[in-house]
C-alpha cells in the first residue's frame, strides 16, 4: 500500500484527490457511495502488477477531493466533467473504465458522453438504466418502494444527515459494508438507522483499519457530499434529455453479486438475462454473477475480482 502514490489535481473546478499506481494503459477506477478511492486498495496493487497504470480518485463530494455544498453541483454532467479534466490534465487519451455503485452509474454516463475516451468498461453492482422520458427516477423509486426507502429518504437536504450524527462513523460504516440482506433497504422515519443492524463482528475481507481508514475521512467530511448524488438523480434526468435512447457503444463486462440488492430490484434479472441489457449496451460481452457475493464485492471477493478486470482488458 505504502507503494500507492497520492496526488491532487485541479479539474473542472474543485481539487481532486486521486490515488495512483503502476505503468502501462491507464485503468480509472470509479468507488460508489460511503466509499473512498480506498474501495479499489486490493486491484490498484493487483493490476498495477500485472503491467496498468491504475488510478483511483475521491470523486466529487468523497474523501480528499473537494465537496461542494449545493446538490446541483453533484449531475452527472459535473462528475464525468471531473473524470475528463483529470484525464487532460494528466495526458490520458483512452482509459479502461472501471465501476462500482454510483461509480458504475457514472461509469455508464462516462461512455455515453465520451465513448472516444473509453477502450472498455467492467461494471460492477449496477446495470445500464435507459432514460425514461416519462418519469423522474426519485419518482419511479418512491412509486416501487415508498417514502421509507432509502434513496427517497435520502433526498431532503439535511434530514439523514442529522440521523447519521447520531452514531459513530465506525459503526455507520460497518452496517454499510456489512449488510448482506437483498431485500430494498428501507430507514423508516420511526426508527431510522437503527432499523439497519450492526455487526458484532467484521467478516474476514474487512478489517477494523480498513473501516477505521473510511471513518476517518467521513469523519471530517460528513456524508453531505455522497449524499448529494442521489439528491442530484432528478437533475441529472432532466439534463440528459439529449441522450435519451442512445445505446452504450464500447465494449462492456458486467458484474454483480447473486446478494446484490441491485440485482434483486423488480424486473432488474429480466433485464440482464433476457435481451433488454444486450439491446442497450450491443456490445455487452459477459455478464457474471458471482454466488454468494454481496453488494460490496471488489472488496468482499478482491482476488477473483482482480482476475476478472485482467482477463477482460487483457484482450484490447
Known sequence: ??????????TNGINMHIASIGTGPVVLFLHGFPELWYSWRHQLLSLSSLGYRCIAPDLRGFGDTDAPPSPASYSALHIVGDLIGLLDHLGVDQVFLIGHDWGAVIAWWFCLFRPDRVKALVNMSVAFTPRNPKRKPVDGLRALF???????RFQEPGEIEKEFAGYDTASIMKKFLTGRNPEPPCLPKEQGFRAWKTPETLPPWLLEEDVNYFASKFSKTGFVGGLNYYRALNLTWELTGPWTGLQIKVPVKFIVGDLDITYHIPGVKDYIHNGGFKR???FLQEVVVIEDGGHFINQEKPDEISRHVYDFIKKF
Open 1 to 10: 500500500m505504502e507503494k500507492i502514490e497520492h496526488t491532487t489535481v485541479r
Open 146 to 152: 415508498g417514502d421509507d426507502y432509502y434513496i427517497c
Open 280 to 282: 442497450d449496451v450491443p
